[in-house]
């Protein structure tokens, strides 16, 4: 069955980093193109990033210039480098195949000082 393990979530100080990584199986990975979304408290869960099976990415506005997505077609994994960050990127983020309705459990991304 399809399974999205998200990781790499955790508490941070304002200005600081995380990679999150999102290891899929139970689908062909590589063709796939591929987004990470957030949800914060009380919001509605929004697109973050996205990757295509080609590498082409696009961001969403609030991230652009901070956050990096990338794949490893090899290891099924999506990856999200997340620079800067600020406390309104505080959410659950997930990994998820852009034409399907898979879901992982989510990794908490907390920016506090």
């Known amino acids: 069955q399809v399974q999205l393990v998200e990781s790499g979530g955790g508490l941070v100080q304002p200005g600081g980093s995380l990679r999150l990584s999102c290891v899929a199986s139970?689908?062909?990975?590589?063709?796939?193109?591929m987004s990470w979304y957030r949800q914060a408290p009380g919001k509605e869960r929004e697109m973050v990033a996205t990757?295509?099976?080609?590498?082409?990415?696009n961001y969403a506005d609030s991230v652009k210039g901070r956050f990096t997505i990338s794949r490893d077609n090899a290891k099924s994994t999506l990856y999200l480098q997340m620079n800067s960050l600020k406390p309104e990127d505080t959410a659950v983020y997930y990994c998820?195949?852009?034409?399907?309705?898979?879901w992982g459990q989510g990794t908490q991304v907390t920016v506090s000082s």
């Open positions: 139970g689908f062909t990975f590589s063709n796939h193109a």
């Open positions: 990757i295509t099976t080609g590498d082409r990415t």
């Open positions: 998820k195949p852009v034409t399907r309705a898979y």
